[in-house]
């Protein structure tokens, strides 16, 4: 009986909210976000990622790697003016020159545009040098991640393990940790050092409740049937990175952007 009543909770959870939020919609149809970042929409479908992990306007939310800034260019706007965000990845302080170099880049974007990024906080990510400096302990209401956890492998999961728990540490108790990742088909074996990008869904929903946190639901809003994670390149084949140049591009393009889970974790 437990394990149904836990069945019909995850398949509850999973369901579209039951308010449209207005002020996320404008967000992600804002003006401000570059015409190469609206195009990928069609595959990271940021709206029903977003509200399935229950984002408010008023939050304060945690953005682990935010890269290029495709998904900041939602939240800043999104929470600007009754909640936070911190953006937490390479910062120009860095110690390390090619990591100082990417967290000038991305500041430079923030800075160009006032009026939407003016109030986002940087925070320092690096997980491979110990980095973890972006909230006190208990201060987030939700830390989200996109396309990353396969950045934090390493022989003996010691590294991921580590953000695991710097995650766990920075959010409120019944605060959320979301996780969009590329998914290796249970069939095939991962390599330790998830080298093609991709990973098995069951490996990361065992290491986040290894680290304390409860699977709330998993949603198939990313999800792609196409892509069978079988490519030369791995991951970075595919659309937009098309790492083979033009070998195959036809194929790739075909299949679109890779298969993905989504994931949402809780700390009790």
Same mark, same amino acid.
């Given at each position: ?22 002020? =996320? ?22 709206? *029903? ?13 945690? *953005? =682990? ?6 998904? !900041? *260019?939602? =939240?800043?706007?999104? =929470? ?10 390479? !910062? ?52 989200? !991640? ?23 540490? !920075? ?29 098995? *869904? ?67």
């Amino acid at each position: 009986m437990q394990r149904i009543l836990a069945a019909a909770l995850l398949a509850a959870t999973c369901s579209a909210p039951a308010f449209a939020d207005d002020a =996320l919609k404008a967000a992600i149809g804002g003006s401000h976000r570059s015409a190469d970042n609206v195009k990928r929409d069609a595959y990271r479908h940021p709206y *029903e990622t977003l509200t399935f992990f229950g984002i408010r306007p008023e939050m304060t939310v945690v *953005e =682990l790697s935010p890269g290029g800034g495709w998904y !900041t *260019e939602i =939240l800043a706007p999104y =929470l600007r003016e009754r909640g936070k965000l911190v953006a937490a990845g390479a !910062t120009p302080e860095s110690k390390a020159a090619n990591v100082a170099k990417a967290g000038e880049r991305f500041k430079q974007k923030l800075d160009a545009n006032s009026a939407v990024f003016g109030k986002v906080q940087l925070g320092a990510f690096e997980p491979g040098n110990g980095v973890f400096n972006y909230g006190a302990k208990g201060s987030a209401d939700m830390v989200l !991640t996109f396309r990353n956890v396969h950045n934090w492998m390493e022989p003996g999961d010691a590294r991921l393990k580590g953000v695991l728990k710097s995650v766990y540490d !920075t959010l409120k108790p019944g605060g959320v940790f979301g996780v969009v990742e590329h998914r290796l088909p249970a069939g095939k074996t991962q390599d330790p050092t998830a080298s093609s990008g991709y990973l098995h *869904e069951a490996y990361v929903i065992r290491m986040a409740e290894a680290a304390g946190f409860r699977l709330a639901a998993k949603s198939e809003v990313n999800a792609n049937p196409k892509d069978m994670a079988d490519h030369q390149g791995g991951v970075w084949a595919l659309p937009p990175t098309y790492a083979n140049k033009e070998v195959d591009r036809e194929k790739y393009a075909a299949i679109g952007e890779s298969d993905r889970m989504t994931l949402k974790f809780v700390k009790p």
